[in-house]
């Protein structure tokens, strides 16, 4: 198993098919070995001074912690926003054979 554990990135975006994008781009590059797209959400927020609502979609991607910064240069180069939300969160257990699946999808 990778010494840098594996984690679930997520992000959003405001469109179904910049969702779609960002997830194939991703996986294409094996920066993650998937990506689930889920919405649409309702995102409230404070963005320069005013509480803003939107719909947004969510994506999750999964990764591995040694791919983790070409996932978070490729977010920044793709993404369209002034500043996506991109946070990870480590995966403390899981399958066997779908954490090596996993190391073995996003492996350069």
């Known amino acids: ?3 840098d554990g594996w984690l679930t990135v997520l992000t959003t975006t405001d469109a179904v098919e910049k969702a779609e994008a960002l ?3 991703a996986v294409e590059a094996r920066a ?3 990506a689930q797209i889920s919405g649409p959400v309702t995102s409230v927020y404070r963005w320069k001074g005013a509480v803003e609502t939107a719909a947004e979609w969510q994506v999750l991607f999964k990764t591995t912690g040694a791919r983790y910064d070409a996932l978070e ?3 920044r180069e793709a ?3 002034d500043t996506p939300e991109i946070v ?3 995966v403390v257990r899981g399958s066997a054979d779908y954490l090596r699946w996993l190391e073995e999808e996003t492996a350069s």
Request: charged letters at 10%; proline letters at 6%; a neutral charge.
């Open 79 to 81: 993404h369209d926003y």
């Open 32 to 34: 993650a070995a998937c």
């Open 1 to 3: 198993m990778a010494t």
């Open 73 to 75: 240069a490729y977010l």
């Open 88 to 90: 990870a969160t480590p």
């Open 23 to 25: 997830a194939r781009g």
